[in-house]
Nanobody, 123 residues
């Protein structure tokens, strides 16, 4: 069983940068595909970025690649999401997800989820 714990969220200003972290335990981290999703009230959870087990394959949701950067450090069992030039529309709960399979963009493909970290962008 894999446990995921996100951190790094908070209240920030428009234009700021933020780095979210997600630490995994209880499994073989280097075997896992990882992703970040986000969700706002009343909306479905949406894919933000994903990274394969090796880090060799990375995918971003449309229109996010310029400001979002996903990375992983297998030696620290950690996946990161850096967000630059934050916008009010980035306000959401950000979730880390893991899968022993291939990296995909669908919620249903991910078996393990963290509890989420709130990001609030103030204008």
């Amino acid at each position: 069983q894999v446990q995921l714990v996100e951190s790094g969220g908070g209240l920030v200003q428009v234009g700021d940068s933020l780095r979210l972290s997600c630490v995994a335990s209880g499994g073989t981290f280097s075997d896992l595909a990882l992703a970040w999703f986000r969700q706002t009230p009343g909306k479905e959870r949406e894919f933000v970025a994903g990274i394969s087990w090796s880090g060799g394959s990375i995918y971003y949701a449309d229109d996010l690649e310029d400001r979002f950067t996903i990375s992983r450090d297998n030696s620290k069992n950690t996946v990161y999401l850096r967000i630059d030039s934050l916008e009010p529309e980035d306000t959401a709960i950000y979730f880390c997800a893991a899968s022993p399979g291939r990296m995909t963009i669908t919620v249903e493909a991910y078996e393990y989820w963290g509890q989420g970290t709130q990001v609030t962008v103030s204008s």
